[in-house]
T-cell receptor
Framework: DADVTQTPRNRITKTGKRIMLECSQT?????MYWYRQDPGLGLRLIYY???????NKGEISDGYSVSRQAQAKFSLSLESAIPNQTALYFC????????????????FGPGTRLTVL | SQKIEQNSEALNIQEGKTATLTCNYT??????LQWYRQDPGRGPVFLLL?????KEKRKERLKVTFDTTLKQSLFHITASQPADSATYLC?????????????FGRGTQLTVWP
């Protein structure tokens, strides 16, 4: 079973609709992240959370909101979707402990392909 | 602002040759650099990490170097194979930034042809 799962994997919606993308992890990591990826622009950070009570804005948080329901769950919402939010969305996790300390690598989910018409 | 760049969008090489990908950074001093592999339609997968006090790191056919004078990291795949074809991303964080927050380059798409 995958350690980081995302639902849905694909979604087509219309402008103005509210959309929620969900992320669950079984790795036991405290840190979770939401990124979007656009051709030619690379991965850009939307929001990140270092524990259940901690939520931080990333580079491109406008038009998005998040909820950290539990250590294992981190949801991304688009309150009123617009076409330029069409992109590939990734959730990621990372550990805070271990030998690598805060250098630890990030583990990505399979992605959600969102199309806003 | 912090900037991390992968200057080559695409690299095409013949099987068996060494692929060398470049990552440059400006306006900050990374405490470390990470390299990821991403296949089409999938999430990035971590490959290697190199710290600022390390000159070189190896893992099987992979080698990463970190030159703080040139502000550059090189990622090498020796004896490349068609299965190495993918997009490779570098990522880093400023030692002064929020711990664990990474900045990613746009990636270099590597194609290894037989």
């Amino acid at each position: 079973d995958a350690d980081v799962t995302q639902t849905p994997r694909n979604r087509i919606t219309k402008t103005g609709k509210r959309i929620m993308l969900e992320c669950s992890q079984t790795k036991g990591h405290d840190r979770m992240y939401w990124y979007r990826q656009d051709p030619g622009l690379g991965l850009r950070l939307i929001y990140y959370s270092f524990d259940v009570k901690d939520i931080n804005k990333g580079e491109i948080s406008d038009g998005y909101s998040v909820s950290r329901q539990a250590q294992a769950k981190f949801s991304l919402s688009l309150e009123s979707a617009i076409p330029n939010q069409t992109a590939l969305y990734f959730c990621a996790t990372s550990d805070t402990g271990g030998a690598g300390g805060w250098y630890n690598e990030q583990f990505f989910g399979p992605g959600t392909r969102l199309t806003v018409l | 602002s912090q900037k991390i760049e992968q200057n080559s969008e695409a690299l095409n090489i013949q099987e068996g040759k060494t692929a060398t990908l470049t990552c440059n950074y400006t306006n900050y001093s990374p405490a470390y650099l990470q390299w990821y592999r991403q296949d089409p339609g999938r999430g990035p997968v971590f490959l290697l990490l190199i710290r600022e006090n390390e000159k070189e790191k190896r893992k099987e056919r992979l080698k990463v170097t970190f030159d703080t004078t040139l502000k550059q990291s090189l990622f090498h795949i020796t004896a490349s194979q068609p299965a190495d074809s993918a997009t490779y991303l570098c990522a880093s964080a400023d030692r002064g930034s929020t711990l664990g927050r990474l900045y990613f380059g746009r990636g270099t798409q590597l194609t290894v042809w037989p």
